[in-house]
């Protein structure tokens, strides 16, 4: 019993220690200076749970409470967009049993957290080839869609099915049908052109990348808009990011001079 008490007051510790720290980064951030887009990889579920004897499937489960934390702050803080990475065209290439718990969680995150995303104006906005979903998944991304539709808070961009590749290859593709039909001249072509035929059309690029997990890449993600996207990265996996590191992010962004290409204001 003893050791229960000591174990639950070091915890409640813990827990006043980062609501100390949180609110102390919260009075560091410059609400007018907060990015319009934030994109995030969110990796490192497998490995968390692998670290600690567990399946990677319960490590994508625990992913989820992340995903919900991370929402809702975002939402708070007045952030227009978020791009998460949550299903890749590579990411097909491993077992069906992981791909499935995938889906699932997929389904069963849509239908339990619809009506806060909707309390919260969260918009819903899939990115990526859908089609190409099993169909348990479609049908609960259009009821997402659906309910989200006339939201106008935070817009949540889940890529899945997604690559940046193919997104490019898509706009292309795009592109070219209206060169052969007649209803666009190669003159019109231009970068604006490109981004209009984008997955994320009439959205801006994104002002900061955040990458979970310790890999320092950005794997096959946002390759167009990544142009002149700030990163940060943390060793931290996913399923332990939370709002802290989020602020953590913001803060690091809001010291940073985007020059865009350009030269710095003090030269």
Request: aromatic letters at 8%; glycine letters at 6%; hydrophobic letters at 40%.
């Amino acid at each position: 019993m003893f050791n229960q008490i000591v174990r639950f007051w070091r915890r409640k510790d813990t827990e006043n220690c980062a609501e100390a720290e949180e609110n102390e980064l919260l009075k560091r951030i410059d609400k007018n200076k907060l990015p319009c887009h934030i994109a995030i990889i969110m990796d490192g579920n497998g490995r968390w749970a692998l670290r600690r004897g567990l399946t990677r499937s319960y490590g994508h489960r625990a992913g989820i409470e992340a995903l919900r934390d991370i929402v809702r702050i975002c939402s708070d803080l007045g952030i227009s967009f978020l791009t998460l990475y949550a299903f890749s065209t590579e990411n097909w290439k491993r077992p069906q049993e992981e791909i499935d718990t995938l889906m699932n969680l997929l389904v069963e995150y849509f239908h339990k957290e619809i009506d806060e995303l909707c309390e919260n104006g969260v918009r819903v906005h899939p990115i990526g080839r859908i089609s190409e979903l099993p169909a348990s998944a479609r049908k609960a991304i259009d009821m997402a869609v659906q309910r989200t539709r006339e939201n106008k808070g935070l817009t949540m961009n889940l890529a899945l099915n997604y690559g940046g590749r193919h997104e490019i290859v898509d706009a292309v593709r795009a592109i070219a049908s209206k060169l052969a039909n007649g209803s666009l001249r190669i003159e019109q072509i231009s970068e604006k052109l490109i981004s209009d035929h984008l997955y994320t059309a009439g959205q801006p690029d994104p002002d900061l990348l955040i990458r979970p997990s310790g890999d320092l890449r950005i794997s096959n993600f946002l390759l167009w808009q990544l142009a002149y996207t700030e990163f940060w990265f943390s060793s931290v996996m996913w399923p332990d990011f939370r709002r802290i590191h989020i602020l953590q992010a913001l803060v690091d962004y809001q010291q940073r001079e985007r020059r865009f290409g350009g030269l710095n204001k003090k030269t």
